[in-house]
């Protein structure tokens, strides 16, 4: 039986693959900065503050790497902080691995972000570009050194790059869950900021699938997928959501455009769709969701 290391671990997404991960029979324990919900398998550190003298890292064949600042409002206004804080915990368990614990796979939780401004309208895993902000930053810095050490020290990785991550019972960091998680508390009227943009969005349990899949086969290894459920426009979503609201609900939902949520342009970037053919063919992945079959769960529990 696998035994598995998590960071992140009481993150939304690291609560989903390790129960998922469980639900399978493997050894699951989380590494999270505090303690916010019960769970005895949980080791309580700073993943930026790690020494590899504490060899967090030995005896686990898997090691999912999910610890991140991932708040926009953390990433716009201290910026400094989230590319030392995501990186350091990258370099930090990199180098524990590498001392103690050469053998096992590293699995790194990567973003579309890292794609900047692409060039092409369609992307693949090939297209790495200049990232626009320093959330993408700090995963492009951090998949070059994941490249690096596998390069001189032979550790074997796996770099999942993902879009918007969403599902049920999320908190409201990016445009689905605020939307979401505002009709949950029964708001009608929505302010929101600009529409005009697309996304690559992708749903928890399409993520967790990949995450699943990749550390079983032996054809991943060193390589890096795109992960995505759907590409939509905002206000497509938007309206998909409203649509929703109306018909599980039974609820009007008012749309109101407020110029404060809308992000720095410069910060935005251009459409571009990921190409997920890799994925599908090396690990043998496709998505399960769309918008509506998603929403349609996600409601059930609001």
């Known amino acids: 039986m696998k035994r598995i290391l998590v960071t992140g671990g009481q993150g939304y997404i690291g609560k989903y693959l390790s129960n998922a991960l469980r639900k399978k029979g493997y050894e699951v324990v989380l590494v999270a900065r505090r303690y916010n919900f019960a769970d005895k398998q949980t080791i309580i550190k700073d993943i930026s503050l790690l020494d590899a003298k504490e060899k967090l890292t ?3 064949d898997v090691i999912f790497h999910l610890a991140s600042i991932i708040k926009i409002d953390d990433m716009i206004n201290s910026p400094g902080d989230t590319i030392k804080n995501n ?37 693949n895993e090939d297209d ?23 390069n001189v020290y032979g550790i074997k990785y796996v770099i999942i790059r993902s879009g918007n991550v969403f599902g049920p019972n999320q908190s409201g960091n990016t445009f689905i869950p605020s939307l979401i998680s505002r009709i949950a508390k029964g708001e009608t009227n929505l302010k929101v900021g600009t529409l005009k943009s697309n996304r690559n969005f992708t749903y928890i349990e399409d993520l967790i699938d990949a995450f699943r899949i990749c550390m079983t086969k032996k054809k991943a290894i060193n390589q890096v997928f795109n992960i995505m459920s ?23 939902i008012n749309y109101i455009y407020d110029q404060s949520r809308t992000r720095l342009a410069r910060a935005e970037s251009g459409f571009f769709v990921m190409d997920c053919t890799k994925a599908k063919k090396m690990l043998g992945w496709k998505p399960k969701y769309n918008l509506p079959k998603a929403l349609k769960k996600i409601f059930r529990v609001i």
């Open 58 to 60: 030995k005896d686990f």
């Open 87 to 123: 990186f350091d915990c990258t370099i930090n368990l990199l180098e524990d691995i590498r001392l103690n614990n050469p053998n096992c796979l590293f699995v790194f939780a990567s973003s579309d972000k890292v794609y900047g401004n692409a060039k092409q309208k369609i992307v």
């Open 128 to 150: 790495f570009g200049v990232p626009l902000e320093p959330y993408g930053c700090s995963k492009s810095i951090s998949e070059l050194a994941i490249r690096a050490y596998s």
């Open 230 to 252: 759907f590409n939509s426009s905002m206000i497509d979503v938007a309206k998909e959501i409203a649509d929703a609201t109306k018909k599980i609900k039974n609820r009007e």
